[in-house]
């Protein structure tokens, strides 16, 4: 028994440059930890709420904090995270902030990791953990919610899958992101960044198909691996009374947005597609699936935003194959593992993620290390990002 003698909380930036927070805790024999918040800016309708840090902060003091400090085992994370539930007391951590309570979980599960004298990947995931390593997702080229003035896919992301190691894989990511900031350059595109560090050109999707295509094809070849990509359409943020906006282009109805992403599937071979469809659109996701989920993963972020329930629907449904996990949306560590293993136990692939808005905490990575989870979208380039990415290489160092 090892109970958290002390928990603070603090205002600091994020990669957008608001406000987020961070919990430090603190354990009875010197054990530390700190965790920080990510935020979204395409968030989920049925997303856990986040708090502005403040009064976030505030209500956590007020509440979470007491029924914690003295009474809490910092080992025990699932006692630290009932523990966030109870005293939040309502089903979408609105009580206390889905914000504190994210940076109090994981800074609790570093602070038991370090009580024990384990990393962190090992305390989440236990002894026999840490010899699967995820493919990492990296956003090349976007748009959407993420940057103004460029594509309406909010994500083209280089999927290294035949990648020997994750060390390689990252490397490979970054080579990519390379490659298409010369080829823009060749085309006289201006290539502005968005939010995660991917390229923000003013160029249609159909350009940035092909210009992704060829620059994973390249690097691919380069280097001796295949490298495949896929897309976060993010389509919910693009879906207005019943159709699919594109600017540029004519909008789609949902029938006709199947067609395309299926299309699309096929012609670049692509490894992986998130939120082609609205987030409340389970039965047009499981057409979707039916039609080429047995050569693609189709990823619902939007449509579970890591939620058991939700998740169990989506099962029920056979809506899509691959679940996407954000900590945050959810609230705390514990639930996040919980939809990582319903989807496990159910054939569904999780990829653990990253927000467009991003601290320097590492949590994901030994998340999804410690859970097993095939795939990590964490960006591939730029300082929060390559946190993450850093941090898989040391692990893998590691083991
Ligand atoms: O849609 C997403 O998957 C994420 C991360 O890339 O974006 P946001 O954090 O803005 O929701
Ligand atoms: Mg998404």
């Avoid at 600091?12 to 930890?33: Q, Y």
């Avoid at 989920?44 to 809490?72: D, N, R, S, W, Y």
């Avoid at 280089?158 to 060749?186: C, D, K, M, Y």
């Avoid at 319903?342 to 290390?369: F, K, M, P, Y």
């Amino acid at each position: 028994m090892t109970l958290i003698t002390d928990i603070t909380l603090r205002r600091i930036l994020d990669s957008r440059g608001n406000a987020t927070v961070e919990a430090e805790v603190t354990t009875e024999s010197g054990g530390f930890g700190r965790g920080a918040a990510p935020s979204g800016a395409s968030t989920g309708e049925h997303e856990a709420i986040e708090l502005p840090a403040e009064e976030a902060i505030e209500k956590a003091e007020a509440e979470a904090v007491p029924a914690l400090v003295g009474e809490v085992d910092a080992i025990d994370q699932r006692a630290v995270d009932d523990t966030l539930h109870e005293v939040d007391g309502t089903d979408d951590f609105s009580g206390i902030g889905a914000n504190s309570a994210v940076a109090i979980s994981m800074a609790a599960a570093k602070a038991g990791a370090d009580e024990l004298g384990l990393p962190l990947f090992q305390h989440l995931g236990g002894t026999f953990r840490g010899d699967q390593f995820p493919t990492p997702l990296g956003n090349v080229v976007g748009g959407g919610e993420h940057a103004e003035e460029a594509t309406n896919i909010q994500e083209f992301l280089s999927a290294p899958v035949g990648a020997p190691s994750v060390t390689e894989a990252v490397f490979a990511n970054a080579q990519v992101h390379a490659r298409i900031g010369e080829l823009l350059e060749e085309r006289g595109v201006p290539a502005n960044k968005g939010d995660e560090g991917a390229w923000a050109p003013p160029i249609g999707d159909d350009e940035a198909f092909e210009i992704v295509d060829q620059a994973t094809t390249k690097v691919g070849d380069e280097l001796g691996f295949e490298i495949s990509f896929g897309l976060d359409m993010a389509a919910a943020e693009m879906y207005e009374d019943g159709e699919y906006v594109y600017e540029g282009e004519d909008n789609r109805s949902t029938a006709e947005q199947i067609d395309y992403v299926a299309e699309m599937v096929d012609e670049y071979d692509m490894a992986y597609v998130e939120d082609p469809l609205d987030e409340n659109d389970f039965e047009a996701f499981a057409e979707l699936t039916d039609r080429v989920g047995d050569r693609t993963l189709i990823c619902g972020d939007d449509l579970y935003v890591t939620n058991v329930e939700r998740l169990q629907e989506g099962i029920d449904k056979g809506s899509s194959n691959s679940i996407l996990i954000k900590p945050n949306q959810i609230g705390t560590l514990s639930d996040a593992v919980d939809a990582i293993e319903l989807g496990a136990d159910n054939g569904i692939v999780s990829a653990v993620s990253h927000r467009s808005g991003e601290t320097e905490d590492t949590t994901i990575a030994h998340l999804a290390v410690g859970a097993a989870a095939p795939y990590i979208k964490t960006g591939t380039v730029a300082g929060e990002r390559t946190a993450k990415l850093n941090e898989l290489i040391r692990i893998e160092e590691q083991v």
